[in-house]
Protein backbone atom coordinates (compact mmCIF):
# COMPACT_ATOMS: atom_id res chain seq x y z
CA UNK A 1 0.00 0.00 0.00
CA UNK A 2 1.73 3.17 -0.97
CA UNK A 3 1.56 6.31 1.38
CA UNK A 4 2.78 9.69 0.81
CA UNK A 5 4.11 12.76 2.30
CA UNK A 6 3.91 16.33 0.83
CA UNK A 7 5.16 19.85 2.84
CA UNK A 8 4.93 23.10 1.04
CA UNK A 9 7.64 25.01 2.19
CA UNK A 10 8.92 28.80 1.67
CA UNK A 11 11.97 29.13 -0.42
CA UNK A 12 14.28 31.92 -1.28
CA UNK A 13 15.02 31.33 -4.61
CA UNK A 14 18.13 32.47 -6.40
CA UNK A 15 18.38 31.77 -10.17
CA UNK A 16 22.09 32.28 -11.06
CA UNK A 17 21.09 32.91 -14.84
CA UNK A 18 18.39 35.95 -14.11
CA UNK A 19 20.58 36.99 -11.52
CA UNK A 20 17.83 37.63 -9.54
CA UNK A 21 16.30 35.99 -5.57
CA UNK A 22 12.44 35.45 -5.17
CA UNK A 23 10.21 33.80 -2.66
CA UNK A 24 8.40 30.67 -4.11
CA UNK A 25 6.36 28.11 -2.25
CA UNK A 26 8.07 24.52 -3.19
CA UNK A 27 6.52 21.15 -2.38
CA UNK A 28 8.76 18.71 -0.71
CA UNK A 29 7.35 14.96 -1.51
CA UNK A 30 7.89 11.60 -0.45
CA UNK A 31 6.50 8.48 -1.52
CA UNK A 32 6.30 5.24 -0.36
CA UNK A 33 6.43 3.99 -4.06
CA UNK A 34 9.69 5.16 -4.56
CA UNK A 35 10.83 4.74 -1.18
CA UNK A 36 14.71 6.06 -1.73
CA UNK A 37 13.76 9.27 -3.04
CA UNK A 38 12.66 12.58 -2.57
CA UNK A 39 11.17 15.31 -4.61
CA UNK A 40 11.38 18.62 -4.94
CA UNK A 41 8.70 20.86 -7.24
CA UNK A 42 9.28 24.47 -8.21
CA UNK A 43 5.96 26.48 -9.00
CA UNK A 44 5.46 26.50 -13.05
CA UNK A 45 6.78 30.27 -14.57
CA UNK A 46 3.40 30.33 -15.94
CA UNK A 47 -0.61 29.03 -15.77
CA UNK A 48 -0.16 26.83 -18.88
CA UNK A 49 2.90 25.42 -17.50
CA UNK A 50 3.65 22.50 -15.32
CA UNK A 51 5.97 22.55 -12.41
CA UNK A 52 9.56 21.78 -12.56
CA UNK A 53 10.27 18.88 -10.21
CA UNK A 54 13.77 17.46 -9.43
CA UNK A 55 14.28 14.04 -7.94
CA UNK A 56 17.06 13.11 -5.63
CA UNK A 57 17.60 11.15 -2.73
CA UNK A 58 15.98 10.89 0.84
CA UNK A 59 19.20 10.14 2.32
CA UNK A 60 21.40 13.18 0.20
CA UNK A 61 18.53 15.50 1.76
CA UNK A 62 18.61 14.30 5.44
CA UNK A 63 22.54 14.23 5.51
CA UNK A 64 22.70 17.90 3.91
CA UNK A 65 20.87 19.09 7.16
CA UNK A 66 24.34 18.04 8.97
CA UNK A 67 26.97 18.90 6.44
CA UNK A 68 27.90 19.31 3.03
CA UNK A 69 26.16 16.00 0.93
CA UNK A 70 26.27 15.59 -2.78
CA UNK A 71 28.51 16.40 -5.82
CA UNK A 72 27.26 17.27 -8.99
CA UNK A 73 24.02 17.68 -9.56
CA UNK A 74 22.08 18.17 -6.59
CA UNK A 75 24.05 19.58 -3.56
CA UNK A 76 22.52 20.26 0.11
CA UNK A 77 23.98 22.16 3.01
CA UNK A 78 23.13 23.95 6.24
CA UNK A 79 23.67 27.52 6.04
CA UNK A 80 23.24 28.36 9.83
CA UNK A 81 20.99 26.80 12.22
CA UNK A 82 18.04 27.85 10.92
CA UNK A 83 18.71 27.26 7.22
CA UNK A 84 19.32 24.85 4.65
CA UNK A 85 20.45 25.18 1.14
CA UNK A 86 19.64 23.11 -1.62
CA UNK A 87 21.48 23.81 -5.12
CA UNK A 88 20.66 22.25 -8.06
CA UNK A 89 22.89 22.83 -11.73
CA UNK A 90 21.59 21.58 -14.88
CA UNK A 91 23.07 22.62 -18.60
CA UNK A 92 20.53 25.17 -18.54
CA UNK A 93 21.72 26.75 -15.16
CA UNK A 94 21.62 26.28 -11.39
CA UNK A 95 19.17 27.51 -8.79
CA UNK A 96 19.73 27.61 -4.94
CA UNK A 97 17.02 27.49 -3.17
CA UNK A 98 17.22 28.13 0.78
CA UNK A 99 15.14 26.83 2.99
CA UNK A 100 13.93 26.61 6.90
CA UNK A 101 15.38 24.31 8.31
CA UNK A 102 12.58 23.05 10.83
CA UNK A 103 10.31 22.18 7.94
CA UNK A 104 12.65 19.95 5.74
CA UNK A 105 13.55 18.16 9.52
CA UNK A 106 9.94 17.88 10.64
CA UNK A 107 9.33 16.56 6.69
CA UNK A 108 12.49 13.72 6.76
CA UNK A 109 11.06 12.54 10.21
CA UNK A 110 7.46 12.25 8.94
CA UNK A 111 9.31 10.13 6.06
CA UNK A 112 11.18 7.59 7.75
CA UNK A 113 7.77 7.46 10.17
CA UNK A 114 6.29 6.04 6.86
CA UNK A 115 8.93 3.78 5.88
CA UNK A 116 11.53 3.63 8.21
CA UNK A 117 15.47 3.13 6.09
CA UNK A 118 15.74 -0.66 7.34
CA UNK A 119 12.49 -1.26 5.24
CA UNK A 120 13.65 0.79 2.02
CA UNK A 121 14.79 -2.18 -0.06
CA UNK A 122 11.78 -4.53 1.09
CA UNK A 123 9.28 -1.55 -0.46
CA UNK A 124 11.71 -1.71 -3.74
CA UNK A 125 10.32 -4.80 -3.87
CA UNK A 126 13.87 -6.44 -5.32
CA UNK A 127 13.32 -9.87 -3.91
CA UNK A 128 10.26 -10.84 -6.08
CA UNK A 129 11.99 -9.31 -9.13
CA UNK A 130 15.20 -11.22 -8.76
CA UNK A 131 12.66 -14.36 -8.01
CA UNK A 132 10.52 -13.92 -11.11
CA UNK A 133 13.10 -13.17 -13.49
CA UNK A 134 14.96 -16.03 -12.29
CA UNK A 135 11.84 -18.34 -12.54
CA UNK A 136 10.71 -16.72 -15.78
CA UNK A 137 11.53 -19.01 -19.15
Do not use: K
Request: aromatic share 6%; glycine share 4%; net charge negative.
Amino acid sequence: MESSLTCPIRSHLCVDALDFVLEAELNLTYTTNDPLAVSLAFPPPSAEQAPTTWVFSRDLLASGLQACAGEGDVVVRPTGRHRVLVTLTSPNGRVRSELERAPVEAFISESYALLPAPEESAALGLDELVTALLTAS
